[in-house]
């Protein structure tokens, strides 16, 4: 239950007890008298207040920039909020992440750890439904480059053809995915347009602040867009969240977060060229593959033969890997974003 409306209405039905009752981040000053009449005992409560009256409550955790018991997931703008007037040092994004990087007692660690079970709680109830397709690859990449464009069509394509795109939320590659996604309902001009209004600013090690509002700008001219998913983690707080991706599931622990974004993709990944952690994310995909049933198996595509074969060799050891296993025929190696879609989708 996330919403005093749901509250309310299981009162007007009648409900006379909280029992198997999950209140999740709702104020639920001034509903006193309706409590009085429930019988709280095996009721729980998530950053509720209520008199213990057998309920389990867990109590709002005090000096923390983040909601520990979140029922939605965030938005770019609630994660840059104040950008506008203040540099990124001063958003809710930059403080949590200085906050993870300096609280370490226990109720830090408490804090973190409901945080990003209700962050996966909201995400379970996000995503249910929609054919989630992940699009990996390097963070380096400059807005502009061959490699951002690359991505930035294939976030298209895949949106165009009834998928939701889910990245690791950052810049680069991952950025582009989403900024893709985000166009495809308009015509092909406007991702040429929007380029020209990204690559003012070419890389957020530039100014993570003027980096952010060009992407926020974007989201001005093109208010329309279509639906993405960013999965990004402030243990890499260094590196920003793109404001490309509508709905962002940031999480504190990147094992985590990394489990989640490869679970979630159930049309399968796409790996665009990338360094350490994209050869990290092929792997942990395909052990997931190899160990998984039949009818659990998801398309894995590398994009680009140089490099998973020459400048990162992962290709051979993925295909020998897949050898005589169910997954061998869902492993793919294409050279272009254009030949990712037909291995994703059933023939």
Same mark, same amino acid.
């Given at each position: 239950?996330?919403s005093?409306?749901?509250?309310? &209405?299981?009162?007007? =039905?009648?409900?006379?007890?909280?029992?198997?009752?999950?209140?999740?981040? $709702?104020?639920?000053?001034?509903?006193?008298?309706?409590?009085?009449?429930?019988?709280?005992?095996?009721?729980?409560?998530?950053? /509720?207040?209520?008199?213990?009256?057998?309920?389990?409550?867990?109590?709002?955790?005090?000096?923390?920039?983040?909601? @520990?018991?979140?029922?939605?997931?965030?938005t770019?703008?609630?994660?840059?909020?104040?950008?506008?007037?203040?540099?990124?040092?001063a958003?809710? !994004?930059?403080?949590?992440?200085?906050w993870?990087?300096?609280?370490?007692?226990? +109720?830090?660690?408490?804090?973190?750890?409901?945080h990003?079970?209700a962050?996966?709680?909201?995400?379970?109830?996000?995503?249910r439904g929609?054919?989630?397709v992940?699009?990996?690859?390097g963070?380096?990449h =400059?807005?502009?480059?061959?490699?951002?464009?690359?991505?930035?069509?294939?976030g298209?394509?895949?949106?165009?053809?009834?998928?939701?795109?889910?990245?690791?939320?950052g810049?680069?590659a991952?950025?582009? &995915?989403?900024l893709?996604?985000?166009?495809a309902?308009?015509?092909?001009?406007?991702?040429?347009?929007?380029?020209d209004?990204?690559?003012?600013?070419?890389?957020?090690?530039?100014?993570?602040?003027?980096?952010?509002?060009?992407?926020f700008?974007?989201?001005?001219?093109?208010? !329309?867009?279509r639906?993405?998913?960013?999965?990004?983690?402030?243990?890499?707080?260094?590196?920003?969240?793109?404001?490309l991706?509508?709905?962002?599931?940031?999480?504190?622990?990147?094992?985590?977060?990394?489990?989640?974004?490869?679970?979630? /993709?159930?049309?399968?990944?796409?790996?665009?060229?990338?360094?350490?952690?994209?050869?990290?994310? $092929?792997?942990?995909?395909a /052990?997931?593959n190899?160990?998984? &049933? @039949?009818?659990?198996? +998801?398309?894995m595509?590398? $994009?680009?033969v140089a490099?998973?074969?020459?400048?990162?060799?992962?290709?051979?050891?993925?295909?020998?890997?897949?050898?005589?296993r169910?997954m061998?025929?869902r492993?793919?190696? $294409?050279?272009?974003?254009?030949?990712?879609?037909?291995?994703?989708?059933?023939?």
């Amino acid at each position: 239950m996330e919403s005093l409306e749901q509250f309310d &209405a299981l009162v007007a =039905e009648g409900a006379t007890s909280m029992a198997h009752w999950r209140i999740q981040d $709702v104020d639920l000053t001034g509903r006193s008298t309706a409590l009085e009449r429930l019988e709280a005992r095996g009721a729980l409560l998530l950053g /509720c207040s209520l008199r213990d009256r057998g309920a389990l409550i867990f109590p709002r955790v005090p000096d923390v920039p983040v909601n @520990p018991y979140r029922a939605d997931l965030y938005t770019p703008a609630e994660l840059y909020a104040g950008l506008e007037e203040t540099p990124y040092d001063a958003t809710p !994004d930059a403080r949590a992440y200085a906050w993870s990087r300096t609280s370490d007692d226990l +109720a830090a660690d408490l804090a973190r750890t409901l945080h990003d079970h209700a962050v996966d709680d909201a995400l379970t109830e996000h995503v249910r439904g929609l054919r989630l397709v992940g699009v990996m690859g390097g963070h380096e990449h =400059e807005r502009g480059a061959p490699e951002y464009l690359d991505a930035a069509l294939l976030g298209r394509a895949l949106a165009r053809a009834g998928l939701t795109v889910a990245t690791g939320g950052g810049p680069g590659a991952m950025e582009a &995915a989403n900024l893709g996604a985000y166009l495809a309902p308009y015509d092909d001009d406007a991702l040429d347009e929007a380029l020209d209004v990204l690559t003012a600013v070419p890389a957020f090690g530039t100014s993570t602040t003027l980096w952010a509002r060009a992407g926020f700008e974007v989201l001005r001219r093109w208010p !329309d867009g279509r639906p993405s998913l960013g999965i990004p983690t402030w243990f890499y707080g260094h590196e920003p969240p793109n404001v490309l991706a509508t709905h962002v599931a940031k999480y504190f622990k990147n094992a985590i977060r990394e489990d989640v974004l490869l679970h979630r /993709c159930d049309a399968g990944i796409v790996f665009l060229p990338g360094r350490a952690g994209t050869v990290q994310e $092929v792997f942990q995909d395909a /052990c997931e593959n190899f160990y998984a &049933a @039949p009818g659990a198996l +998801a398309p894995m595509v590398l $994009v680009g033969v140089a490099h998973w074969t020459e400048v990162l060799p992962a290709w051979p050891l993925l295909e020998a890997l897949a050898a005589g296993r169910p997954m061998a025929e869902r492993v793919h190696l $294409v050279d272009s974003p254009a030949d990712v879609l037909p291995r994703l989708l059933p023939r």
